[in-house]
């Protein structure tokens, strides 16, 4: 009876629905009347399958320790991970609770092929597969594309979804995605505060409460607030949020669920250190120091985000899921930062400064209609859907002057003494953006996943996206505007010898407009600019070790065109023949080892150059910038015994380069963490993280050939964790 009731359990969370049974007893789910029968998690139903229990959890994810076993972002629909003819890595909570993270850019250091970038000091920035973004990152599958640092109170895990995603996604998302699932009220009662303490006067604390208030309405609340200093001097962060949630049973095929965020961070602008002779400037000696004027550099995000999910079965086995949210967004970043290289004699680097604010308001409705049924033996699971949004703002930049005679934009400061406390004055000039923008889009699609027999799965599907913007400047009035219609298609197949082994292969295509990530502004040149373009194959295997242990490997090839390039006949227009080429291999691995050992991590291998000329410096056959050829991943944790636990941590990465030009080299690097795990008691754990444990001087990431971030030295930092 109690694996039956796990088995219903999973499904009816896979199948995004609940409802209320006659008598639903006290701390249990509620589940659907009927729900469509995708998959079997009989094996996770199984008591004592190491030291974890499978975690059913909101958006169709199963997880047990550190393995993702299914999830629904991938496909839209409820698919098992090894279903799913693509490389996916899911971090579940238990190891972001373990590794004591607390930023996108830190959870994901420990997944193969995905790589931290600087983002200015401002935002979460990652190179996913070679490509740069920091627009790929998505909240229960919808956009949320303002440039700022997320925090993870508030989440269930975090999923990378890799190569080309535009049939899931839309724009964008060439190299992959990060898509976040929130906490939701589930009915099961939750109690749980994380307090977490430690250097560089680091205070956190973190609440979850979650309860029932009758037998068809549930509530959950989470909550943080930090106020810390970090490794880099004058650096400060000052973060705070609150996500209420409910569910509503409103009948036995109908469930409602509504959330809202408001989220606060405020913090330093900090854009690390230039460069000298084509190597970061005596990194060694400068883990902490700050070049630039922190006093004027600063960054906040105020965030107010509502989200409504209607779920519903049909009578004649139609499901439906339909989300729409409302997200409205202040942002605002300043900063003093190194503008150039330090001299040959070392005496001298010049600091350049501007602002930039944005506002934007987005709004998104997604609506997807999932049937299955047969043709003869072959077993269809079809999916429809549309998307409509609309997204307006502010772009607004203003250039620095430095309050020294004839008030010029770069100031000449010494290297051994960079921090300046120069007056500076900002104000918009011709070349900053200045504009209002307002983008409609709709999209439909339609995929299917068949099921020729226990061996054969094929997966196919095709977006269509109009994407229509424009922007007007202010300064003029001017408005320009494009309109791209974009379809993308995605084909996939997947071969199953065994139960628990699947080959795959898989070819996909992704579209990025040309007014770009952002598309804060739009230029005549970018109006007749295509869109750039992503195609991706890969084959692929998942093996399950076991059913908490899997494996995966891939093989990619990832081409990029339609890159722009500045056209030398006409300044302000641009030729869109730069491309790039990434080949790879990855190898993950996810799962209890044995009942004691728990791992999360892999190998990488990304071979990413320019093909064709994107400027005078970023020639055929450079590097992409900030791709290491060979990066490798792994985290550990042993538990000594009931009590006790041990985790370790490594962290290798080959060198790469600042920037695509190739003329700074950021050294390879090898670090070590290390987590120590103690229950006090049934309801509390205590636990001590420690980052870079043999406190090696490295560089972790650069915005550019001189904005260049040392790594932390040693940090040390204890939390605790009590539920009851």
Do not use: C
């Not at 880099?232 to 000052?238: A, K, M, S």
């Not at 985790?647 to 950021?666: K, Y």
Request: glycine share 10%.
């Amino acid at each position: 009876m109690r694996r039956r009731a796990a088995n219903e359990v999973a499904l009816a969370l896979l199948a995004g629905t609940a409802a209320a049974l006659t008598s639903p007893a006290q701390g249990q789910p509620a589940l659907p009347a009927e729900v469509p029968t995708v998959v079997a998690l009989d094996e996770l139903a199984v008591e004592g399958l190491g030291r974890g229990a499978p975690r059913l959890e909101p958006q169709g994810g199963v997880t047990v320790g550190y393995l993702g076993k299914a999830t629904r972002t991938a496909t839209k629909t409820p698919t098992p991970l090894l279903d799913t003819p693509q490389s996916v890595s899911v971090i579940t909570r238990e190891q972001i609770l373990d590794q004591g993270f607390q930023s996108i850019g830190e959870a994901t250091r420990y997944v193969p092929g995905v790589i931290q970038a600087q983002g200015e000091g401002n935002r979460d920035e990652l190179i996913i597969r070679g490509q740069r973004s920091n627009a790929d990152f998505f909240v229960n599958g919808i956009r949320d594309d303002v440039q700022y640092y997320r925090d993870l109170y508030n989440i269930q895990r975090i999923e990378v979804l890799k190569g080309p995603n535009a049939m899931i996604f839309g724009r964008g998302g060439g190299g992959g995605v990060v898509n976040r699932v929130l906490k939701e009220a589930d009915g099961v009662a939750v109690r749980e505060i994380v307090a977490q303490g430690g250097q560089f006067a680091n205070k956190r604390v973190a609440v979850d409460v979650g309860d029932r208030l009758s037998d068809n309405v549930f509530f959950r609340m989470n909550g943080v607030f930090e106020d810390t200093a970090t490794y880099r001097d004058f650096v400060d962060i000052r973060r705070y949020g609150v996500n209420p949630t409910m569910t509503f049973l409103i009948g036995p095929q109908t469930t409602l669920k509504l959330s809202y965020e408001y989220f606060h961070d405020d913090r330093t602008t900090d854009r690390g250190i230039p460069s000298q002779f084509g190597r970061p400037y005596r990194y060694r000696d400068n883990t902490s120091t700050f070049f630039g004027n922190p006093f004027l550099s600063q960054t906040y995000v105020n965030a107010h985000i509502a989200t409504a999910q209607l779920d519903h079965v049909f009578e004649n086995g139609v499901v439906m899921r339909s989300q729409s949210r409302f997200a409205d967004y202040n942002k605002f970043y300043q900063n003093v930062f190194p503008g150039g290289a330090v001299n040959a004699a070392g005496t001298a680097v010049s600091l350049s400064a501007y602002n930039s604010q944005t506002d934007r308001t987005n709004y998104f409705n997604q609506t997807d209609f999932t049937y299955q049924f047969l043709t003869g033996p072959v077993k269809h699971t079809l999916l429809g859907g549309f998307e409509l949004g609309y997204q307006e703002g502010l772009s607004l930049r203003e250039t620095g002057f430095f309050a020294t005679p004839g008030a010029p934009q770069s100031l000449v400061v010494n290297p051994l003494a960079p921090v300046s406390r120069v007056g500076v004055t900002f104000r918009n000039i011709a070349s900053d953006a200045n504009s209002r923008y307002d983008l409609g889009l709709a999209a439909a699609y339609v995929q299917d996943q068949i099921e020729l027999n226990e061996y054969v799965q094929l997966i196919g599907g095709l977006r269509f996206d109009h994407f229509d913007f424009a922007a007007t400047d202010r300064r003029t009035n001017v408005t320009n505007a494009r309109i791209d219609d974009l379809v993308s298609p995605r084909a996939g197949i997947v071969v199953k010898p065994l139960p628990n082994l699947a080959f795959y292969t898989s070819y996909s295509v992704s579209y990025l407009p040309s007014s770009g990530d952002q598309f804060s502004a739009l230029t005549p040149g970018l109006v007749i600019a295509e869109p750039e373009k992503f195609e991706n194959t890969e084959v692929g295997v998942k093996y399950d070790v076991s059913p908490v242990l899997q494996i995966t490997g891939a093989l990619f090839n990832l081409d990029r065109s339609n890159q722009r390039l500045a056209d030398p006949n006409r300044p302000g227009f641009f030729l869109t023949s730069g491309q790039t080429n990434t080949q790879g291999a990855e190898i993950g691995a996810n799962g209890y080892v044995t009942n004691w050992w728990s791992i999360a991590g892999g190998y990488a291998f990304t071979d990413a150059r320019i093909t064709n000329r994107l400027s005078d410096t970023i020639l055929p056959g450079n590097y992409v910038g900030l791709v290491p050829l060979n990066s490798f991943t792994l985290w550990n944790k042993f538990d000594i015994d009931p009590r006790f636990s041990v985790g370790v941590g490594f962290i290798n990465q080959s060198h790469s380069f600042a920037t695509s030009d190739n003329t700074v080299r950021l050294p390879s690097y090898s670090r070590f963490d290390m987590g120590l795990f103690y229950n006090i008691s049934e309801n509390a754990r205590a636990q001590v993280n420690i980052e870079n444990l043999f406190d090696r001087r490295y560089i972790v990431t650069a915005h550019n050939n001189n904005n260049i971030l040392p790594g932390a030295p040693r940090t040390v930092r204890a939390q605790i964790v009590v539920r009851w």
